[in-house]
């Protein structure tokens, strides 16, 4: 896997986060059976720049925490069996798919992690492994849809054995 990282804004995460967004897209790619190695953008913005880019893309003009930028289409969600007869999805450098763009938002990583209780840690890897399920086709637009979503990026994080809640690190820490 390629991760091409750009740092919009200044990154000040208290943990490896190259390390843990390769940790989280490795497990997303697993969990989902992707059948290729791939590569992927992943961009650090703060407010303002993420605005405009949510602005400019999708007509809604205030910051947002994520961006996903798939490069492909699929059949279905999840559904690689067309991949093998598309054309120009390859780094023709690396062989790599070119699955797609993850944009971050660094200030709203910090707010809504307190919002929500849990560490900046989760909040990070939640928004990277929600976004890679956008780049393989999942979305979340219909009622059906969110809980798949929701369900699929709970069992990635559980890979990876982070938790929205330190009880259920705990929990995990006793059995």
Known sequence: MTLLVEEETEVTFP?????LAEDVIDAA???EDFPYEVEISLTFMDK?????ANREFREIDRPTDVLSFPML???AAGDFSELEHMNDITNPE??????GDIVLCVPKIYEQAEEYGHSVKREYAFLIAHSMLHLMGYDHME?????EMEQRQREILDI??????EEEETNEKLN
């Open 15 to 19: 943990f490896d986060y190259k390390k």
């Open 29 to 31: 790619l697993e969990h």
């Open 48 to 52: 303002d720049g993420i605005q405009e």
């Open 73 to 75: 289409d699929f059949p």
């Open 94 to 99: 690396t062989d790599e798919v070119v699955l």
């Open 143 to 147: 009622e059906d849809e969110r809980k």
């Open 160 to 165: 990876l054995k982070i938790y929205r809640f």
